[in-house]
Structure formats: C-alpha cells, structure tokens
C-alpha cells in the first residue's frame, strides 16, 4: 500500500509495543530522490491505508528515513520495538 505513491522508494511496516493495545503500527519510510514534502506524502499516505486497510493495520506513526536496516544477504530487518 505504502510502497505505492509515486513519491517512495521504499518502506518498512513494523510493530511497537504499546501498554494500552498491546502493539501499534509503525511506517518507515523512504522517500524518492526529489521528494521533500513529507506533510503531503504523510497525509496521502495515511488516507490511502484507511481507505484501503482495516483501523488495526493503519499506521500509527510514519517516520521518514534516509534508508532502511538491512541484513548483509539484503534483506530488510523487521524488528519489534
């Protein structure tokens, strides 16, 4: 879902845990080379997921990085904060 705007390159969704809900949904993202309004890309973003996604997967924060953790064979690192 995420991964589809035009304006980012990537993203990783992961879990946090949250004392009240037990975890919430937490977006990395990156963004495309020429991007730089995150406000606008964080709101298209978040109405596209609660228009797509049930209330749970909908993310709770989305934080804009230079680049994602990856592992030495490649692949991205999903860890639960």
């Known amino acids: ?3 589809r705007h035009p304006e ?8 946090r845990k949250n004392l009240i809900t037990g975890a919430i949904v ?4 990156v963004l495309s080379i020429g991007a730089d309004d ?5 709101r298209e973003i978040l109405q596209a ?4 996604l049930a209330g749970y997967k909908v993310p709770a924060s989305i934080r804009f990085v230079a680049a994602l953790d990856a592992s030495a064979t ?3 690192l999903r860890q639960s904060v």
């Open 26 to 29: 937490i977006a990395d993202v």
């Open 49 to 52: 997921c609660r228009q797509s």
């Open 8 to 15: 980012v390159r990537a993203s990783l969704v992961r879990s």
């Open 1 to 3: 879902m995420i991964n």
């Open 38 to 42: 995150t406000d606008t890309v964080r």
């Open 74 to 76: 490649g692949k991205s």
